[in-house]
């Protein structure tokens, strides 16, 4: 049992996948927002709160959806040390587009009478959408008989028993010819075309799990693209 092609599938996999993502990129209708408070003070979990309530509120204002699709909590209650958002709705991208980067919450703390700042920032990037899973259906998988060499008897070299199965959408190929019956051979293929796909869904779920991580380390403070304030001091 083997992958047949090896890079050359690998390479073709990862084109369809771009390909998928650049169709995606062309007509956003959903966009993850990702804010996080770094490595910064109680505080400034305090102002991803904050900050991603003021956004929930423009969002709603220009007929937007936001949801949080992930979190993790603060140090105190109601605050998060990051909070991923998905907004969604026709001028997504452009609402995600004017939060990226540093935020400023400019408000006292609520937690240290006696802190003078009065500035926190949060860090906002938009991120790769959460991977989708591949569909496996047996419909999209091609099976042909074929003959491989090696040792297995006479019966074996002459009848075609092993297959080669192909996934179509991926182009990943697999050829098995560990048994010596062919519908034998044809589960096996299935099978392993089902893991080999779940493995890849794996490796990038991992990866962008990975790319969101390391965002938590870009927080710049000073020349926020914006600075939100509570309500009763905006006009002040």
Known sequence: M?????RDQTVRDDAWRRGQTKQDRAHPAQ?????SAGRGPQECAWAVAELATRLEAEAAARGLHVRRRDSVPGERPDSWRSLLLRITGSDAEALARSWTGTLCWQ????????????NWYVTARICEPQ??????????????????????????????????????????VVVVDDERHLQA????????????LAEIDAAEVRSADAVRRHLHDELIRGNPVRTERPPDTRTR
Do not use: M, W
Request: a positive charge.
């Open 107 to 118: 408000a006292p703390s609520p937690y240290r009478a006696s802190a003078g700042r009065k």
């Open 31 to 35: 966009v993850d927002l990702l804010l």
């Open 185 to 196: 051979n044809r589960r096996l293929a299935l099978g392993l075309l089902r893991r080999r």
């Open 131 to 172: 991977p989708r899973g591949t569909t496996f259906d047996e419909a999209d998988v091609h099976v042909v008989a074929c003959r491989t060499g090696g040792p297995g008897g006479q019966h074996r070299n002459k009848a075609s028993t092993a297959v080669r199965a192909i996934h179509r959408p991926t182009g990943l």
């Open 2 to 6: 083997r992958d047949d092609g090896g």
